[in-house]
């Protein structure tokens, strides 16, 4: 139970005592002199948790996959990805603008690009055309409300791809959600394609950072890239220090997140005016639709509902002007999920 009930973002946890008294412990050394042992012992377990030869600490996600864009990609290339993508939407066009390349933008149903459209997207060989560079993939799917798709799923992506001699990369941002949610070992989400990032700053607790897994080869290009983008962060084990409790401590109770979401889903779908796609919530994001009505009528009980929530002490965000989402996490527990659906219940009572 705590006295504000936060469901912004998971991004909000706060690193626990224990990750405070291992940063304040930690060995450290210079990182971009390859001396910080701390750093090397959170890349070694990372690479191990995903099945990849090696791995690259980073500031964030976004620094992720921007270093994974620029290193499998050479300017004037494409990048096929989903409409909805993160890496699409929320990056600030960081591929672009530091990799030169074209984004290909395709929709999708679920999120998920589908075998065909993949191979709809690839490029023919033609003096005229741009030569598509990568594919993309996001697991669990973000805005579309930690959704996730299965290692043969991804396998299948990757086939198409890797048929055309197209790398793969795989925005994991909360890839251990989905393994956690699915039952099923992380390896084989990222043993189809060539590069994955996770973050280990949202569901798993630590204060920052991200961590790039995939080939040797591909990791010593990422960490090149890492280092132009200003990225090199010398004694760096402070913080890795907390991802590797991370890591070791924080990805099973990933599942009491996951049953958190499904209880507020299943509460809030049955209100008046609101709906859940109860279907989706397979990870710990809820995405509840708001409708009164008109549409202007509509926008303004999405504001009165966010104000609402925020004078029971529980926070939410409005991701659209008639879609609030909701995710948990460590810091929200089972007392304070229900704190948030008896706020959703009075604010709804009289609509
Ligand atoms: C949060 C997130 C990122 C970016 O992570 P930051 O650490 O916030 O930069 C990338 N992809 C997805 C799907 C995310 O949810």
Sequence with gaps: MHDIVDLRSDTLTLPTPEMREAMARAEVGDDVWGEDPTVQRLEAMAAARLGKEAAVFVASGTMGNLVSVVAHTQAGQE????????????????????????????????????PDQVQESIRPSNIHIPQTGLVCLENTHNRHGGTCCTPEEIAAVAAVAHAARVPVHMDGARLFNAAVALKRDPRDFAGPVDSVTFCLSKGLGAPLGSVVCGSADFVGRARRVRKMVGGGMRQAGVVAAAGVLALDRMVDRLAEDH?????????????????????????????????????????????????????????????????????????????????????????????
């Design 79 to 114: 990048v096929v990805l989903d409409l909805d993508s993160h890496i699409y939407n929320y990056e600030v066009a960081g591929g672009t603008i530091v990799g030169n390349v074209q984004m290909r933008p395709v929709q999708t149903e679920r999120g998920f690009l589908t």
């Design 259 to 351: 049953v958190n979401a499904r209880a507020l889903a299943e509460a809030v779908a049955t209100l008046p005016g609101l709906s859940v796609d109860v279907e989706t919530v397979q990870t710990n994001i809820v995405i509840i639709r708001v409708s009164r009505g008109d549409r202007a009528r509509s926008v303004q009980a999405t504001q009165e509902l966010v104000a609402g929530c925020a004078a029971r002490k529980v926070k939410i965000h409005a991701t659209g002007p008639m879609a609030i989402r909701c995710v948990t996490h460590k810091d929200v527990d089972a007392e304070d999920t229900r704190r948030a659906i008896e706020a959703f219940r009075e604010l709804t009572s009289r609509w």
